[in-house]
């Protein structure tokens, strides 16, 4: 099983910062799988030139190791 979120989360390109939503799904058991989407506005990072269209869909995808989230602390 899975459960769905949406997150503000900041993309960082060239230097340059933005928040924008994120929707992403994580599943329910290790090691724990992440994946989502979002929509960033090209112009915003200073990416010019010819391309895509302003608005790109970007990607994540993770999985989180049990070893990196362990509680080491008593």
Do not use: C, W
Request: negative net charge; without cysteine; charged residues 20%.
């Amino acid at each position: 099983g899975e459960r769905s979120y949406e997150t503000m989360a900041t993309v960082t390109i060239k230097g340059i910062g933005h928040q924008l939503p994120l929707q992403f799904t994580i599943s329910e058991t290790a090691p724990y799988h992440l994946t989502g989407t979002a929509e960033l506005n090209r112009q915003l990072y200073k990416i010019n030139g010819k391309g895509p269209e302003d608005i790109v869909p970007i990607g994540i995808d993770v999985v989180l190791e049990p070893s990196l989230y362990t509680d080491t602390t008593d």
